[in-house]
């Protein structure tokens, strides 16, 4: 079954500091895999896009990781403002006509 | 605005009802995607539309659910006698041309069954 595992379901942490988030994937076929940003009632939007050859990449201070041996990806957020505080899915496109499966995401709440 | 948009944002029904929504996506956007979204989980894909042609269900989408694209631009999607477990938001998406094009969101419309 084609699934999209995140870790952790919540975090919080105080403005300034760092923190990674988490993505494991079964997906097969794999085509590529995005982060998203989703804050409270609102759509999602897209913060990277990575295909299989990609190993890092970096949208500001947000840098996504990919490692398509373990079908695992990070997101790494450095100096969190409070604007950063929503929630966090991870994404694996699989298939011809761009079927997306997302993660449960990340709740992140960014604290003064 | 030239995003994709969503109507109601919010819509609030008392169960057995029929409700409505509306997507109006990206104008040079051929592709359409509907999304049902629960609290704490990431979307899961409904349908999917190229143009007018509805390509794809997911099993998801019960007989109470229909959605359409008559001229291939705007989209609506339609609950029929609504029940509590079809509470939920409901995301909308483009994209244009080819697979692997970037799915562009609309804000979303809760929907509330009481």
């Known amino acids: 079954k084609n699934q999209v595992e995140q870790s952790p379901q919540s975090l919080i942490i105080l403005e300034g500091k760092n923190c990674t988030l988490q993505?494991?994937?079964?997906?097969?076929?794999?085509?590529?895999l995005r982060w998203y940003k989703q804050d409270t009632g609102r759509g999602p939007v897209s913060l990277t896009i990575m295909t299989f050859s990609e190993n890092t990449k970096s949208n500001g201070r947000y840098t996504a990781t990919l490692d398509a041996d373990t079908k695992q990806s990070s997101l790494h957020i450095t100096a969190s403002q409070l604007s950063d505080s929503a929630s966090y899915i991870c994404?694996?496109?699989?298939?011809?006509?761009?079927?997306?499966?997302f993660g449960a995401g990340t709740r992140l709440a960014v604290h003064p | 605005d030239t995003g994709v948009s969503q109507d109601p944002r919010h819509k609030i029904t008392k169960r057995g009802q029929n409700v409505t929504f509306r997507c109006d996506p990206i104008s040079e956007h051929n592709r359409l995607y509907w999304y049902r979204q629960t609290l704490g989980q990431g979307p899961e894909f409904l349908t999917y539309?190229?143009?007018?042609?509805?390509?794809?269900k997911s099993r998801l989408l019960s007989d109470r659910f229909s959605a359409e694209r008559p001229k291939g631009s705007f989209s609506t999607l339609e609950i029929q006698r609504t029940e509590q477990g079809d509470s939920a938001m409901y995301l909308c998406?483009?994209?244009?041309?080819?697979?692997?094009?970037?799915?562009?969101f609309g804000p979303g419309t809760r929907l509330t069954v009481t």
């Open positions: 539309f190229q143009n007018e042609a509805q390509l794809e």
């Open positions: 998406a483009s994209s244009e041309g080819l697979a692997g094009y970037e799915q562009y």
């Open positions: 993505c494991n994937y079964t997906v097969s076929p794999f085509s590529n």
């Open positions: 994404v694996v496109r699989s298939g011809g006509y761009n079927k997306l499966i």
